[in-house]
């Protein structure tokens, strides 16, 4: 089991890798999987720029063939997919969501969260929201995205996200 997930980690952290078009220094790569779909997406940011830019933006900013960046956002929703079987196959706790990091450096962090948020009221927005307060330090002076981090702390202190 260890060795099908290190070799998923690895196969997901070249394919952001690849689909990142300048030196990066750190990246956030987030999946969101169940038995009806799901999603993925990841930020980054540079030596020379602290500000994490939002992976759906690539092909916008840098001229990137879209088609090609497609197919590799297909290959990290499919390479998280079977992360996900992994666990399945090993009769291991199944989690909805989780999260790697991975500096320049080597530096690697992973987390699983285990809370169905497709049973919440918490809307994909919503959790993204959540997402990159906690991990990218995103602090809004909007009222409403106030609102919803002490909400989600209020409704969950853990901070499964």
């Known amino acids: 089991m260890e060795k099908e997930m290190n070799r998923l980690y690895r196969e997901i952290a070249e394919t952001v890798n690849e689909m990142i078009p300048e030196d990066w220094n750190k990246f956030y790569f987030y999946a969101q999987i169940s038995e009806n779909g799901g999603g993925t997406y990841f930020f980054y940011n540079t030596l020379e720029n602290k500000q994490y830019k939002y992976s759906l933006e690539i092909p916008l ?19 998280s997919k079977e992360l996900r079987n992994v666990f399945k196959e090993n009769e291991q706790e199944l989690w909805y969501s989780f999260t790697m990091s991975l500096e320049s450096s080597g530096k690697f962090k992973l987390h699983y969260d285990y809370t169905n948020w497709f049973e919440t009221e918490y809307s994909f927005s919503d959790q993204m929201i959540i997402w990159k307060y906690k991990y990218l330090g995103e602090i809004s002076t909007d009222e409403n995205y106030k609102a919803l981090i002490d909400k989600y702390h209020n409704e969950f202190p853990n901070n499964p996200i």
């Open 61 to 79: 900013k840098y001229q990137i063939d879209e088609d090609e960046f497609e197919r590799k956002e297909d290959l990290l929703y499919k390479l």
